[in-house]
């Protein structure tokens, strides 16, 4: 029996890894499961963070599954599937991937020999939806126009019209792919699931039709441009450091990014750092809102920002660097 491969989409800082953990948490642990983490930069730290449940965990960073880094993927599922036979194997892609793309990558021949591609799901961030449309189009309504399913994050936060309205914006973009909107922080992982699920389930129905109907009917099938480069758009800035730091200090850093523009357009930042005091805490920033949680140790600090026209040198020292 072949893997269920399950793409799990969303821009930078939607909540990909969060729901990830949610569905783990709750439901997927009772299945022998695998993870591929593809993160735009040179330092992973959702893979790190994944890790803590016990799932067997691939990064691959520096790249794009869907270009440069094709290979090395097609290697990674193969390696994962001889060794551990999952059930299930998650594609986290990077948040400025196309999805187009991503799909077209695990629709190759030596992929679809072991598994079959069964939820395709893009998560979306309802507060930050309008403005991502206007300035990062190309990106974000590709992984809106090729999900099967789209979970809207930070719903409860929402009023009731801004939902509406960005629900009938996405179904202009998209007809089919259900809409979730209620917080998924009170929906059980086994409804998501099921909905999602679903839509595999009727995806491969509508396979099956076409495949009767081509002794009769021509179809075309789209070629895959690849017209794109997240390089070319997006910079990051991605650090190593055994520097410690004090919590408030963090939180200071974070405040500030909002507030100051020298540092660039700032679109999401993450990190895994040690304080002063010898714990550890990791910390997740999308513009106006950030999270700061405990977190396991890790072989070093690590932070990492994306967005566009950043200014390294700021950033320095900002984190103090060099300090």
Not at 8 to 34: C, H, P, W
Request: overall charge negative.
């Amino acid at each position: 029996m072949k893997t269920k491969l399950d793409i799990i989409s969303g821009f930078l800082g939607a909540g990909k890894t969060t729901l990830i953990q949610k569905l783990i948490s709750e439901k997927l642990f009772e299945e022998r499961l695998a993870i591929i983490e593809n993160e735009f930069g040179e330092i992973g730290i959702d893979g790190s963070l994944l890790r803590r449940s016990g799932i067997e965990i691939k990064e691959i960073n520096s790249g794009c599954i869907c270009c440069t880094l094709v290979g090395d993927f097609e290697r990674a599922i193969e390696a994962i599937i001889s060794t551990y036979h999952p059930d299930r194997l998650i594609i986290e892609p990077s948040g400025v991937g196309k999805l187009s793309d991503v799909i077209k990558a695990c629709e190759s021949t030596s992929i679809k020999a072991l598994v079959d591609i069964n939820m395709i799901i893009t998560v979306v961030d309802i507060l930050k939806y309008k403005a991502y449309i206007k300035n990062f189009g190309a990106f974000f309504e590709n992984q809106i126009s090729h999900a099967k399913t789209i979970i809207l994050s930070r719903t409860q936060k929402a009023e009731a019209l801004k939902i509406a309205l960005t629900v009938a914006d996405i179904q202009k973009r998209n007809a089919k792919a259900s809409i979730i909107t209620t917080p998924w922080e009170v929906l059980d992982a086994s409804l998501i699931l099921s909905v999602a699920e679903e839509d595999a389930l009727l995806s491969l129905e509508n396979q099956l039709k076409a495949a009767h109907l081509q002794t009769v009917t021509t179809i075309q099938v789209e070629g895959h441009y690849h017209n794109h480069s997240a390089d070319a758009v997006f910079d990051v800035w991605s650090m190593e450091t055994p520097k410690t730091y004090e919590k408030n200090a963090i939180e200071q850093i974070l405040k500030t990014l909002d507030q100051e523009t020298k540092y660039g357009q700032i679109l999401r930042g993450k990190g895994i750092l040690q304080t002063h005091s010898k714990e550890w805490i990791q910390f997740n920033y999308v513009p106006n809102e950030t999270g700061i949680q405990d977190a396991q140790p890790d072989y070093t600090g690590r932070l990492c920002i994306i967005g566009k026209s950043l200014n390294p040198e700021e950033l320095d020292k900002l984190f103090s660097i060099n300090a």
